[in-house]
């Protein structure tokens, strides 16, 4: 069965301290996956985007790395900010084409404190 | 990026009325999507459309409708709103690049009552 499992499920911390997130898939055949932000009541805001060739993407304080051989991915924030306050996304998808589907993990819910 | 639009954002009714959710983009993409998600729970995509009178269901069960009479306009409908229908309704589109991206709109929270 294709799924997209996210841990934790909520994590708290003080701001300006770094954190990882973690996302394990079992989806197959695998295409790509991205880690999107949403904000309490917004839409997802994709963050990064890594294919099976990549194995790290950065977008300034948010670096996602990608082992497609554990099918394990991690989102790294530095330096974290009150802004970063949300809910993070793993989503991964099977083919990337009109016919491909994308499977959705529930997300980590991150609390920066000040 | 990709201008989507939602109205409305909040919105809360009584049990038996029918409501219609808006969704507009102004780029003109073929692709849109509803989504619905729980609190704390993952996406789910309930209607998919890849053109003008193009709709499909998506992969979970939902007692809504669309229609795609423009390209510009992706409606989601409720006959009769139950608050089991309470959720947030995700809009949204993909631009066409090689991974298909999708972008959201904001949202629209609804409650029935």
């Known amino acids: 069965k294709n799924q997209v499992e996210q841990s934790p499920q909520s994590l708290i911390i003080l701001e300006g301290k770094n954190c990882t997130l973690q996302c394990n898939y079992t989806v197959s ?18 963050l ?13 304080r948010y670096t996602a ?11 790294h924030i530095t330096a974290s900010q009150l802004s970063d306050s949300a809910s993070y ?3 991964v998808s099977d083919r990337g084409s009109t016919l491909g589907r994308l499977y959705f993990g529930r997300g980590t819910q991150l609390t920066v404190w000040p | 990026e990709a201008d989507i639009y939602q109205t409305p954002r909040y919105l809360v009714i009584g049990t038996g009325k029918k409501i219609t959710l808006e969704c507009s983009q102004t780029m003109g993409h073929d692709k849109m999507y ?7 729970m993952e ?19 939902s007692e809504s409708t669309v229609s795609r009479i423009r390209t510009e306009h992706f409606p ?4 009769s709103a139950r608050p089991s229908h309470t959720s947030q309704y995700l809009c949204a589109i993909t631009t066409g690049d090689f991974a298909d ?7 629209t929270r609804l409650t029935v009552l």
């Not at chain 1, 790395?65 to 989102?75: C, I, N, P, V």
Request: proline share 5%; with cysteine; hydrophobic share 25%.
């Open chain 1, 29 to 46: 055949p695998f295409s790509n996956l991205r880690w999107y932000k949403q904000d309490t009541g917004r839409g997802p805001v994709s």
């Open chain 1, 65 to 75: 790395t990608l082992d497609a051989d554990t099918k394990q991915s991690s989102l």
């Open chain 1, 89 to 91: 996304i793993c989503v």
């Open chain 2, 76 to 79: 989601l409908t409720l006959e």
């Open chain 2, 101 to 107: 991206t999708q972008y959201f709109g904001p949202g």
């Open chain 2, 34 to 40: 509803w989504y619905q998600q729980d609190p704390g």
């Open chain 1, 48 to 60: 990064t985007i890594m294919t099976f060739s990549e194995n790290t993407k950065s977008n300034g």
């Open chain 2, 43 to 61: 996406l789910h995509l309930i209607h998919y459309s890849y053109g003008v009178n193009s709709t499909e269901k998506g992969d979970l069960s």
